[in-house]
């Protein structure tokens, strides 16, 4: 199975300022995934990362806000920009194998904005 | 209704018990995962079914496609294995749908 690694693990920033989050795979995956955790909500889809293409946002994120880069099938980047303290969350990456049943998760990177 | 649901929301036992959580879910699936997130957050991935049972170590996770339903059994619990227990079902190709997840307390 592939294994993902997401960085930072955790950061702690200023209002206004952007960070991005990788995640690399050790091998090559179809599709990946952006995911945030709320305070004391479940893991919701941000978008889809194509590689090649833009990324597919779900109903409430937008590039603006969440701008995803995925130059190939190992590597993508979520930035969150201006941030404010309601982007606290949890931001956790996944991607997708061959045949669609195989899965795998980065470790997740808690973002603090102050 | 939730696509996802997980029972119990919290569970808290004692050192050495042995451990059911539940998860039951409404769409069609290829494949369901279960997550333990860690208290700092941090999230591993545990088991990924898509029919029948795994055991690793102590935990044993079982799904039942017919019912839609699926299970993570941990036995003689230690306290490490306080986490939050989060439920993954990957719809029929599509992107994941994540339960609310059962935070479990296991006390000396």
């Known amino acids: 199975s592939a294994v993902i690694s997401q960085k930072p693990s955790r950061d702690i920033c200023q209002r206004g300022t952007s960070l991005t989050i990788q995640c690399q795979v050790d091998s090559q995956v179809t599709m990946m995934f952006w995911y945030r955790q709320q305070p004391g909500q479940s893991l919701t889809l941000i978008a889809t990362a194509n590689q090649g293409s833009e990324a597919t946002y779900e109903s409430g994120f937008v590039i ?10 190992t590597f993508s980047t979520l930035t969150v920009s201006n941030m404010s303290p309601e982007d606290s969350s949890i931001y956790l990456c996944s991607g997708e194998g061959q045949g669609g049943t195989e899965a795998f998760f980065g470790q997740g990177t808690r973002l603090t904005v102050v | 209704k939730n696509e ?4 119990p929301q919290n569970l808290t036992a004692q050192e050495g018990e042995f451990i059911t959580i539940n998860c039951s ?4 699936i290829s494949a369901l995962h279960w997550l333990q997130q860690h208290p700092g957050g941090g999230i591993v991935s545990l088991f990924m079914l898509s029919s029948g049972k795994k055991k690793h170590g102590r935990l044993i996770a079982t799904i ?7 299970s993570l059994h941990i036995t003689a619990s230690h306290p490490r294995d306080s986490a939050v227990y989060i439920c993954a079902v990957l719809a029929n190709g599509q992107n994941f749908v994540f339960g609310p997840g059962t935070r479990l307390s296991v006390l000396p």
């Not at chain 1, 603006?64 to 099938?73: A, M, T, Y």
């Not at chain 2, 039942?64 to 699926?70: A, D, F, G, R, V």
């Open chain 1, 64 to 73: 603006d806000k969440f701008p995803i880069s995925r130059p190939n099938l």
């Open chain 2, 4 to 7: 996802v649901e997980q029972s």
């Open chain 2, 25 to 28: 879910y409404s769409v069609g």
């Open chain 2, 64 to 70: 039942n496609i017919q019912e839609k339903h699926s």
